[in-house]
């Protein structure tokens, strides 16, 4: 694929509704480009920076399906513990819940944390993955609104949890809205800041 066209379809490969929602509800108003959710594809991530994890998943992907695919990767980096757990947040909360998400914390002043959203993209089997970020930082807080998507009654945004927000509201201002409004920015064929 030339550097200057863009995809007409994109393969995701996510098998996290929540994550699907929030993408179909930010993309679907980019015209002439159907998704084709992929959740069967289960693929093998390796350990390193949030970056690196980013586009073996892409890569590993578009060979499993020998074609192009798009991923999308989540980090939680807490300022008080160096970034930690970053991209190995998911493992965190499933071993400690939301109240022990706030215990690793509780010996910090800083409660600081950054959301992080990598979507990548790869063109096809051998290709070099195109990576788009969104970063919102935030606060880690005890858990408020409703919990049934990952860490967001932790992430207090403004004096809201991700949780508390409204879904239009907080993908306007969350890490997976900016990540994806630079994937749609290129979609349209624009110049976009990319890794």
């Known amino acids: 694929m030339a550097a200057n066209t863009r995809p007409k379809h994109l393969n995701f490969l996510t098998s996290n509704a929540g994550k699907l929602r929030e993408f179909q509800a930010v993309m679907s108003n980019v015209p002439d480009l159907t998704v084709t959710n992929r959740g ?3 693929i093998d991530e ?3 920076t949030i970056e690196e994890i980013a586009r073996d998943k892409a890569s590993k992907g578009a060979a499993a399906i020998d074609g192009p695919v798009l991923t999308e ?3 939680l980096e ?3 513990l160096n970034g930690l757990p970053g991209p190995y947040i998911k493992y965190f909360l499933m071993s400690l819940g939301h109240e022990g998400l706030n215990n690793l914390l509780a010996a910090y002043e800083d409660k600081s944390i950054t959301s992080v959203c990598t979507f990548a993209y790869c063109a096809g089997p051998g290709q070099k993955p195109i990576l788009f970020q969104g970063r919102t930082d935030g606060k880690l ?3 408020r609104g409703p919990s049934n998507f990952g860490w967001d009654p932790c992430f207090e945004y403004q004096g809201q949890t991700y949780a508390e927000m ?3 509201e907080k993908n306007k201002i969350s890490h997976r809205g900016k990540a994806l409004e630079k994937l749609k920015a290129w979609l349209a064929g624009g110049e976009v ?3």
């Open 40 to 42: 069967d594809v289960d």
């Open 46 to 48: 390796i350990q390193g």
């Open 73 to 75: 990767d989540t980090a």
């Open 78 to 80: 807490f300022k008080a």
């Open 141 to 143: 807080v005890p858990a």
């Open 166 to 168: 409204d879904k239009e």
């Open 193 to 195: 800041e990319t890794l």
